[in-house]
């Protein structure tokens, strides 16, 4: 049980670590599935240590959710990547007060 | 009280992580020249760069890949059960794929799935 | 095989059929009256949902007790379509000045809506988390639908990311919060947690939800995407999603920690009244400064969840009485912020020309001259935003106050009457700007002496919320027995 919650927490740490540390939008697009997918690890431990499919429910929701995420990320990427030809996020910087 | 341990723990971890990192940042010498961010000991230098600019049309196919695929994540606890489910389950499953194929005309209506 | 009760979401399912027929009509062939028939069809679907939810009778529990029907979920879910339905005809001069796609953008406007709809009616974590989702990824690509204008697309990549980041965050509290009480549904959460002595497991989840949601209500410290993405979306949109997404965000959130996590109380309370007396403060100075109304309005609307919040924290009381008067009074303040803020944002557009929205205080300059009626409607807004009787701002923060103090939140009283005080200044120079100023010759802006055109409907949905406006300040008994009603149900 530890040993699957310390995956969890580790895959999530490294996601949280990518989006924050990284500057192309692309791979902290990946890391924030990273993120959700380590949740998703929790949640099937859980499941199982108590003995119920709530858990194994939530993690299908997850992955739905996880692809729509994924599909809206990059369409968003690729609307931003037609008009200022970068997927640098460092490169955000119209909009300041 | 189990659980103070882990948390424990994953804070020891993520403790040290941060301080091996800010250290090295810290102490370390810092002074980039070209030279040493080429690759080493290659030879020629660099003729190209090493990632390709993919056409953004692979990213838009992805896309829609992902989309239309992940339904099987819902399809398959169906598929196992379908027998105890019965009509009901069978209908709402009917519901679930219109709304995909709704959505797989529209795209395709929108001119989405054409290549140029 | 859980029963399906469908008359219970049949006000979502009406949102969701109009937003599948609107697209549905952009499949045929283009007829001359293709877009009265989008713009009908959401009408219709609103319409419908608004009398759905009036038939829908008793409180009760369906789909296997994912789904709640509720005063609560009632009342909010009014709330969000009279947003919705304001923000529809709001859209217009905006689609057909940037040249969007109608039935697109009106649907992912419903999806939304129906998304929160579902929110504030969740029962169990994952139709919250569903839910969330739902509203959330609407909004992303409503913020980013001008795809030629790289403002709109910077303003939804941020959103994006920050917004999926919290996702995870509120993710992670809930698988967290499900290991520690060994179920995922409201009923039953509270004892299966059973106390916070010695659970980490459940403060964390509980800290991490919190987080959450926070970040969806732009509450400080997680309000920083907030003035960015609300000044590059498109202002019909940045008008529906500050404040739609706050009375669903803020429903949800009352009904997880009052109705599934009461006995927690002393994990989540501390935590309401930091964010709370944060919010406050970081909103109201970060308006102060602002050049551009867009932006002031902004950190409005972060300040307004600090208050909000205030209620939320209020609830945390073991006292059932004062949790009901803190709840009650957040719900009251959701809906009067809704129609002030709705109003204010929609005056952005009804102020300017077609394609040239007011943005800085320079451009009102003037304008009671030119405009005498939409000044005096703003001049309505801006009053009750600052918290001035006669008007729905100043009857929200005091309900909200005298929930606190009563509650013993003494110290949340005195930085809310602090901030709104602040807050005073900078509303009020809208309205100064307005009738005092001279208009300017801004560089890059041409001010001719004639009145430039303008949508009628515009002015009209700035007219119902001004209107609004009055109407819960002059008689706030009717809306306040609704707000007590919903609030007193949640309560085990």
């Known amino acids: 049980m530890t040993k699957y919650l310390l995956l969890s927490a580790a895959l999530f740490v490294i996601g949280a670590y990518g989006v924050l540390g990284r500057r192309n939008l692309l791979i902290v697009l990946m890391s924030i599935e990273l993120m959700l997918n380590g949740v998703n690890v929790a949640l099937v431990a859980f499941s199982r240590a108590h003995q119920n499919l709530e858990g194994q429910v939530f993690v299908l929701t997850v992955i739905g959710v996880a692809a729509a995420e994924a599909g809206v990320g990059l369409a968003l990427l690729i609307a931003l990547f037609r008009n200022r030809r970068t997927v640098d996020s460092g490169d955000l910087t119209m909009l300041k007060g | ?116 | 095989m859980p029963t399906a009760d469908w008359s219970m979401i049949g006000p979502v399912l009406a949102v969701l059929a109009a937003a599948l027929g609107m697209v549905a009509l952009d499949l045929f062939p283009r007829r001359p009256w293709h877009r009265s028939a989008v713009e009908w069809t959401a009408y219709l679907g609103l319409i419908a949902a608004i009398a759905l939810l009036h038939g829908a009778g008793e409180p009760r529990v369906g789909f296997g007790g994912a789904l709640i029907a509720d005063p609560l979920s009632r009342f909010m879910s009014l709330a969000i379509l009279l947003a919705t339905a304001l923000a529809v005809p709001a859209s217009l001069p905006a689609i057909a000045a940037r040249g969007l796609l109608m039935a697109e953008y009106l649907a992912l406007l419903l999806l939304s809506a129906a998304g929160m709809m579902l929110l504030v009616m969740s029962h169990d974590l994952i139709t919250m988390f569903l839910s969330v989702e739902v509203l959330s990824l609407a909004l992303y690509v409503l913020c980013g639908i001008a795809r030629k204008d790289a403002r709109s697309n910077e303003s939804a990549m941020k959103y994006f990311v920050l917004g999926a980041f919290a996702t995870g965050f509120l993710l992670y509290g809930m698988a967290l919060v499900y290991g520690a009480a060994g179920t995922v549904f409201l009923s039953g959460m509270s004892d299966g947690i059973g106390g916070t002595e010695g659970s980490v497991l459940a403060v964390a989840g509980v800290s991490l939800i919190v987080a959450g949601f926070a970040f969806k209500l732009g509450a400080a410290p997680f309000h920083m995407w907030v003035p960015d993405v609300y000044e590059g979306a498109p202002t019909p949109v940045t008008a529906f999603m500050s404040v739609a997404v706050k009375a669903a965000g803020l429903g949800a959130l009352a009904r997880l920690l009052v109705g599934g996590m009461a006995l927690q109380a002393d994990a989540w309370g501390p935590l309401a009244v930091f964010l709370a007396a944060l919010t406050m403060v970081v909103g109201n100075l970060g308006a102060l400064t602002q050049a551009s109304v867009k932006r002031m309005l902004a950190y409005s609307s972060i300040a307004h969840s600090g208050y909000a919040l205030i209620g939320v924290a209020s609830a945390a009381s073991p006292e059932a009485t004062y949790a009901v008067a803190g709840i009650s009074a957040a719900l009251f303040y959701a809906a009067a912020y809704l129609v002030m803020t709705l109003g204010a944002f929609v005056f952005l557009m009804f102020a300017g020309r077609p394609g040239q929205e007011a943005e800085t205080y320079d451009h009102l300059a003037g304008l009671a001259r030119r405009r005498p009626w939409a000044a005096a409607l703003m001049t309505v807004l801006m009053v009750s935003l600052a918290g001035i009787p006669p008007t729905a701002g100043f009857i929200g923060k005091f309900v909200l106050f005298k929930a606190a103090v009563e509650a013993g939140q003494v110290g949340l009283a005195v930085i809310g009457v602090i901030t709104s005080a602040v807050g005073v200044y900078y509303y009020l120079r809208v309205v100064v700007v307005m009738y005092m100023h001279e208009p300017e010759e801004v560089p890059g802006r041409k001010v001719e002496p004639e009145a430039p055109p303008f949508d009628p409907n515009l002015g009209w949905v700035v007219a119902i919320g001004a209107a609004l406006t009055l109407l819960l300040g002059v008689y706030p008994t009717i809306f306040l027995n609704f707000s007590r009603a919903a609030a007193s149900t949640l309560l085990p």
């Open chain 2, 1 to 116: 009280m189990e659980w103070a341990i882990v948390a424990l723990y994953a804070g020891a971890v993520l403790g040290l992580g941060v301080a091996f990192l800010a250290a090295s940042r810290l102490l370390g010498p810092s002074r980039p020249k070209p030279a040493k961010s080429e690759p080493y000991e290659c030879g020629v230098p660099l003729q190209a760069e090493s990632r390709i600019r993919m056409s953004v049309h692979f990213y838009l196919v992805a896309i829609l890949f992902i989309l239309f695929d992940i339904e099987t994540v819902f399809l398959i606890p169906w598929a196992v059960l379908h027998r105890q489910l019965g009509a009901a389950g069978l209908l709402e499953m009917g519901i679930f794929i219109s709304v995909v194929g709704f959505g797989l005309v529209y795209v395709w209506r929108r001119g989405a799935l054409e290549w140029e």
